[in-house]
């Protein structure tokens, strides 16, 4: 049986304005030595929590920081592609099917939700860390300027992940809290 899976105009909107944002925060940076910090990290584990969908979030983060790169950094925009595309799509997955169901969602359905989020950032960070150091060292620089980066590209990470679980968290709560009052489960 061959079922269709149709994307609604909500996510599509979605997935547009976060990959705008990643391409926007992609020309924001602090110069660091080795480079810069960038804080498209941040629009990207955002924009995969709330997709929720791993085709997109790809798309969003990946398609999104290529084109960033593309205007502002052209020499890392394939490693970019990959990198923050499997990053998001990662995030995305972690956050809409990690413990959707069993005894941690029934009994604390906020703090499932909250574990499966921190899940997805820290192995999204982790994606993103080890492919932009292995695309630095061998694809457009050098391995010394790789492992100066490493620790930015570690700082970076982080931020991107702590922002996302802060911006993310009233949303859940505020619709964990509208169901409630619904009578929705």
């Given at each position: 049986m061959?079922?269709?899976?149709?994307i609604s105009v909500q996510k599509m909107t979605l997935t547009a304005v976060f990959m705008a944002?990643?391409?926007?925060?992609?020309?924001?940076s602090i110069t660091v030595p080795g480079g810069h910090l960038y804080f498209c990290d941040a629009a990207i584990c955002t924009g995969a929590i709330l997709l929720g969908d791993p085709v997109l979030a790809f798309i969003m983060g990946g398609l999104g920081?290529?084109?960033g790169d593309l205007l502002f950094n052209p020499p890392s925009m394939f490693v970019s592609l990959f990198?923050?595309?499997i990053q998001a799509a990662v995030i995305a997955l972690c956050a809409s099917r990690l413990f959707k169901t069993g005894s941690l969602h029934e009994k604390h359905p906020l703090g499932a939700e909250f574990t499966a989020r921190l899940i997805g950032v820290?192995?999204?960070?982790?994606?993103?860390?080890?492919?932009?150091?292995?695309?630095?060292a061998f694809i457009y620089s050098t391995r010394e300027a790789a492992i100066l980066k490493l620790p930015f590209e570690i700082v970076q990470a982080a931020f991107g992940a702590v922002v996302s679980l802060a911006l993310c968290a009233p949303?859940?709560?505020i619709s964990h809290a509208f169901r409630k009052y619904a009578g929705q489960h």
């Amino acid at each position: 049986m061959n079922q269709k899976k149709t994307i609604s105009v909500q996510k599509m909107t979605l997935t547009a304005v976060f990959m705008a944002m990643t391409i926007a925060l992609s020309t924001f940076s602090i110069t660091v030595p080795g480079g810069h910090l960038y804080f498209c990290d941040a629009a990207i584990c955002t924009g995969a929590i709330l997709l929720g969908d791993p085709v997109l979030a790809f798309i969003m983060g990946g398609l999104g920081s290529f084109l960033g790169d593309l205007l502002f950094n052209p020499p890392s925009m394939f490693v970019s592609l990959f990198t923050h595309g499997i990053q998001a799509a990662v995030i995305a997955l972690c956050a809409s099917r990690l413990f959707k169901t069993g005894s941690l969602h029934e009994k604390h359905p906020l703090g499932a939700e909250f574990t499966a989020r921190l899940i997805g950032v820290l192995l999204g960070a982790i994606i993103m860390v080890v492919g932009y150091t292995f695309g630095r060292a061998f694809i457009y620089s050098t391995r010394e300027a790789a492992i100066l980066k490493l620790p930015f590209e570690i700082v970076q990470a982080a931020f991107g992940a702590v922002v996302s679980l802060a911006l993310c968290a009233p949303a859940s709560s505020i619709s964990h809290a509208f169901r409630k009052y619904a009578g929705q489960h």
